[in-house]
């Protein structure tokens, strides 16, 4: 989706701003949505996160970043925020859709099966219905006390917090909307114990696999299906991004960065790392 249509759909008559936050490992990011002269516009801002700040997606020093994010957002006279959820933080299933399967009792089937994961009846999940590589559902869900801790943090800052989303997930919709991919390529989303692969499709970014925990290392399957694509993209930081793109250009696959496409005319400096904060601000979260 072109930036200019993107805007078009949004209502012309609330000049509110809105921040969309994502809290990694090494930067606070932040996309900030606001009116300018009658017209929309997106900044990208960040700060450095701080030794102690975070541990495994897990806030370890709330008061810091809570501190950072208020001071942030009270300059930019922000109340309406969206925010990402750490990969890691999130627990991801692949449910394959059941013979005989009712439609009237999809809901119920997902919140049974949802129930007997880690986190029990007590979870924030969303499930996605997917057609391929094989029919089911792609299903992530977050602990209670990780929620609360990043509602906590919009509280803190006097926001109201319109959105959580996982990050990877977050980063998928801006590449869905500003970057076009190649034909054949596919993208390996990368966090601290987590890949999350996209396969493009009929000009679109399309799911593939997910492997996630700190016992799976996921560089050998990833070097299998890179070898079959055209082009191979990676976004993430880290020491698993690191050694995922070392064993790419060491096997010859010349890992890319994926662009914005040019249209998307962006108010401060752009890394491949701002990609979920994009996939937040571009979407429709006025009431």
Known sequence: MRLDALLKRMRGDDPKPMAAVDIGPSQVRWALLDRHAQQWR???????????????????????????????????????????????????????????????????????QVAQGPFGHQVRWAAQLMEAPSPGWRVLSAPPETVQDWQGLAEAAQCELICLEEVHQAGWRALDQWHVPASGACLFQVS????????????????????????????????????????????????????????????????????????????????????????????????
């Open 42 to 112: 997106l900044q990208l801002r960040q700060w450095p996160v701080m030794p102690g700040w975070l541990e495994d997606g897990h806030l370890m020093d709330y008061p810091a970043v809570a501190d950072v994010l208020s001071q942030g957002l009270a300059e930019a006279g922000v109340h309406r925020l969206a925010m990402t959820l750490p990969a890691q933080s999130c627990h991801f299933q692949f449910l394959p859709a059941p013979s005989g399967f009712w439609r009237v009792r999809r809901r119920s089937w997902l919140q049974e």
């Open 192 to 287: 601290a114990t987590c890949v999350q692969t996209l396969q493009e499709r009929s000009g679109h970014w399309q799911w593939a696999w997910r492997v996630q925990g700190p016992q799976t290392d996921p560089l050998e399957r990833c070097l299998e299906f890179a070898r079959n694509c055209s082009v191979v993209y990676i976004v993430g930081e880290g020491e698993l991004a690191s050694r995922i793109r070392m064993g790419l250009e060491q096997a010859g696959l010349n890992p890319c960065d994926p662009s914005p496409i040019p249209e998307l005319a962006l108010d401060g400096d752009f890394t491949p790392a701002c990609w979920p904060v994009l996939g937040l601000a571009g979407l429709r979260w006025w009431p």
